[in-house]
């Protein structure tokens, strides 16, 4: 005899989720060398001190941490604590980073513009902490045709995604 009561799917499925354990996620991505992908870069001001900055945003491509977020702040100059900067020897760490991955500098000011060419660009990263402080070195560009495939597709473009499938 076929009942006319609607079943929850979501009381089916309690058992399973009371007995799931999540999963931890979170914390710092460990120390280490990493394949990412330059998600966003952006000239900003700290929040906390004030510094100016080109603040990079990368995403892992490859291995165990694939997917997690690492950021990277290179100080372009420091708060003078009145609303301006003062220079900062940081400026020489930045000019090698932009180096590093074959961007290089007309004038400071160009940053503005030219950061956007960061964005896409596969990197490798050396995760580093001293003390209670994490440092990210940027050390190279990836030059391999495989992570170049797997470019993410323009924002707002395309339709088509890998292998041909149709997003929906």
Same mark, same amino acid.
């Given at each position: 005899?076929?009942?006319?009561?609607?079943?929850?799917?979501?009381?089916?499925?309690?058992?399973?989720?009371?007995?799931?354990?999540?999963?931890?996620?979170?914390?710092?991505?460990?120390?280490?060398?990493?394949?990412?992908?330059?998600?966003?870069?952006?000239?900003?001001?700290?929040?906390?001190?004030?510094?100016?900055?080109?603040?990079?945003?990368?995403?892992?491509?490859?291995?165990?941490?694939?997917?997690?977020?690492?950021?990277?702040?290179?100080?372009?100059? !420091?708060?003078?604590?009145?609303?301006?900067?003062?220079?900062?020897?940081?400026?020489?760490?930045?000019?090698?980073?932009?180096?590093?991955?074959?961007?290089?500098?007309?004038?400071?000011?160009?940053?503005?513009?030219? !950061?956007?060419?960061? !964005?896409?660009?596969?990197?490798?990263?050396?995760?580093?902490?001293?003390?209670?402080?994490?440092?990210?070195?940027?050390?190279?560009?990836?030059?391999?045709?495989?992570?170049?495939?797997?470019?993410?597709?323009?924002?707002?473009?395309?339709?088509?995604?890998?292998?041909?499938?149709?997003?929906?």
């Amino acid at each position: 005899m076929a009942s006319n009561e609607q079943v929850d799917p979501l009381a089916e499925m309690d058992q399973a989720y009371q007995d799931a354990e999540a999963p931890e996620y979170g914390g710092a991505v460990p120390d280490g060398t990493y394949v990412a992908r330059v998600v966003d870069a952006d000239v900003t001001e700290s929040r906390s001190s004030g510094n100016l900055l080109l603040k990079w945003e990368l995403e892992v491509l490859v291995g165990h941490m694939i997917g997690r977020k690492i950021w990277k702040n290179n100080v372009i100059a !420091k708060s003078d604590g009145q609303g301006g900067y003062v220079p900062d020897e940081g400026v020489k760490y930045l000019k090698g980073d932009l180096a590093r991955v074959g961007i290089v500098l007309d004038s400071l000011p160009s940053l503005r513009q030219r !950061k956007e060419e960061l !964005k896409g660009k596969v990197v490798e990263v050396s995760l580093k902490t001293k003390g209670t402080f994490q440092a990210t070195y940027v050390n190279r560009e990836v030059d391999d045709p495989a992570f170049k495939a797997a470019a993410p597709a323009p924002a707002g473009g395309g339709g088509v995604g890998v292998e041909g499938d149709v997003p929906f």
